[in-house]
């Protein structure tokens, strides 16, 4: 009994996604069950027993009986993530052929070895037959082409021939040692890919007396996987590019107002949030500008829509406008082939929020213009103008309004964008803010950095004395910082910049004698020194005293302390 796999151009191919047929052409159809559509069938039903891949880039091969038919099934995992799956069919013939037919064809074929090339190279894209000392006695005429080698393989064993990595992994080498049939996917040395099926003959004392291996081209199919590969990960990309720009900022605490001048702010932000109007927020470097910005998107009717950032003074003169605006492929030199949607189409159903929108140049402030008045903008190159719907919120820490007398910015512009103002005030004029914000951040560091700081009196005396004029944006670095850096949970005022920790020093004169002042900061410089350093000796090396001194302080301000 032989069994020979059908032509391979009646072989079928199958896609399978999560369980299901999604597609099937006309002669894996007409192989699985004829005139009857299979297309959104689940694969267990069309084919019964059929083993799903359970790893990417490995050949799966069964042999089913499907409906009376024989099938060569080999199947490859695309995207496990996705369940995507291909199926590829063939139908084995079995044919009964007696001894004597059998002589006359191997005879046939040895005065005529051309004869067996014309079938193989019809049949398949390679064959290669070994005999039982595992030597190569015959392989296709190209092969030199196929495999990109240059040396005759004939007489070779295919061990030796898998060193030249003519084609590796070598199904031929497994099959052979393993004694059984085996399919895999080989790489020849000229970079392409083939599935490689090698057939050990076995005779009745279970050895071998030779072996066939015959392999198709996939090449097509293996770049098509790569580039699916590659187009995953470009979406991927993409999702969470989208998802940062819609989501940006989104999940934050509710904006922190223990004082009345914030209270009240927040008190205004809630009345003009549903109202669609244009919005200007001032405030120094640091005030939190943006969280105030997305407080109100998040609190009007846009915000199932995008909330788009964008800073005017962090991108460069240049490429603001096509940031802005988008361009048409070909627009300028540079330009990208399919051209570029702008951040104010970006923000379209949504909010655009413009930072500092002291820094943006004259001529941009007129297109900026023209799209606020006519709700439709033009893409650099373009001469179609662009329907586009959004509220702009602007931010800027400058005096605009001095900005408009010297010509800087545009008046008309101003008055667009200042429909209604907030003015969000420095940290350091609402005091009673700076307590909540500093447990807020210390609560927020020690959980992004696995700690479990907590500030002594000192320190929180010594925070909400300083000025801050970096603002919030100041306040949360420091307190990050002395989370990360501190040597101890109990965070003292040596963890603190120096400018912060010896600021109040004026304070220890402030009431009292002289004397008392002055104990008062010794006792501040000797306990900031121990939280420093921890020993008599380093004690004494940083105030400049014998350690025996510095035993007598350290007991004298350190409640508890002995030697």
């Given amino acids: 009994m032989f069994e020979w796999i059908e032509d391979k151009a009646l072989a079928g191919t199958i896609k399978v996604k999560c369980g299901i047929m999604v597609y099937a052409d006309e002669k894996a159809a007409a192989l699985l069950a004829g005139d009857v559509k299979v297309e959104n069938c689940s694969v267990e039903k069309v084919l019964p027993g059929f083993i799903m891949p359970d790893t990417e880039d490995r050949l799966n091969h069964q042999v089913l009986q499907i409906k009376g038919r024989k099938l060569d099934i080999n199947s ?21 052929i007696d001894e004597q037919d059998i002589e006359n064809v191997i005879k046939n074929i040895h005065k005529n070895p051309h004869i067996l090339g014309a079938i193989v190279r019809y049949i398949f894209d390679d064959v290669i037959i070994v005999d039982g000392q595992g030597v190569l006695r015959w392989r296709v005429p190209n092969y030199k082409e196929l495999y990109g080698i240059e040396e005759e393989i004939l007489g070779k064993t295919i061990f030796e021939i898998e060193k030249l990595k003519a084609w590796y992994p070598s199904a031929s080498v497994k099959a052979f040692r393993e004694k059984r049939r085996v399919t895999l996917v080989n790489r020849f040395k000229n970079k392409t890919y083939h599935i490689c099926t090698a057939i050990p003959i076995i005779n009745a004392e279970n050895e071998i007396e030779g072996l066939i291996s015959y392999s198709n081209d996939i090449s097509e199919f293996m770049e098509i996987k790569k580039q699916y590969a590659k187009l995953e990960i470009l979406m991927a990309r993409y999702f969470y590019e989208i998802e940062a720009l819609r989501k940006k900022d989104i999940h934050f605490p509710e904006i922190i107002r223990k004082s009345s001048q914030m209270k009240n702010l927040i008190e205004l932000s809630l009345k003009v949030a549903p109202a669609d109007v244009n919005l200007l927020i001032t405030g120094e470097s640091g005030v939190g500008k943006n969280l105030m910005a997305n407080f109100i998107h998040q609190n009007s009717d846009r915000a199932k829509g995008p909330f788009i950032e964008i800073n005017c003074g962090a991108i460069p003169e240049n490429l603001l406008e096509s940031e802005l605006f988008g361009y048409v492929a070909g627009a300028f030199t540079g330009a990208g082939r399919k051209g570029k949607i702008g951040m104010i189409e970006t923000a379209n159903g949504g909010t655009l929020f413009l930072d500092e929108i002291g820094e943006l140049p004259l001529n941009l402030q007129v297109k900026l213009l023209k799209v606020i008045q006519s709700k439709t903008l033009n893409k650099i190159g373009d001469t179609q103008p662009v329907k586009v719907d959004f509220r702009l919120i602007a931010a800027t820490n400058k005096d605009l309004k001095s900005h408009v007398k010297s010509g800087i910015f545009r008046e008309d512009l101003y008055y667009r964008i200042n429909v209604v103002a907030l003015s969000i005030p420095p940290i350091r004029d609402r005091k009673d803010d700076i307590f909540p914000l500093i447990i807020h951040f210390l ?16 320190t929180v005396d010594a925070l909400m004395n300083y000025d801050w004029p970096g603002n919030v944006r100041e306040l949360n670095n420091i307190i990050e910082r002395v989370v990360i850096t501190a040597d101890r949970d109990s965070v003292s005022p040596a963890a603190l910049p120096d400018n912060i920790k010896y600021l109040n020093t004026a304070s220890f004169v402030s009431e009292g004698t002289l004397k008392f002042s002055l104990e008062r900061l010794e006792a501040q410089i000797v306990k900031d020194a121990y939280a420093r350093y921890r020993t008599t000796i380093g004690v004494g090396k940083a ?20 030697t």
């Fill in 443 to 458: 609560n927020q560091a020690n959980k992004k950095f696995g700690k479990n700081r907590t500030l002594s009196n000192d």
């Fill in 543 to 562: 105030l400049g005293i014998s350690q025996a001194s510095s035993v007598r302080k350290l007991q004298k301000y350190i409640d508890g302390y002995s």
């Fill in 76 to 96: 490859i995992a695309v995207s496990l993530t996705d369940g995507l799956v291909y199926v590829f069919i063939s139908e084995i013939i079995e044919k009964t």
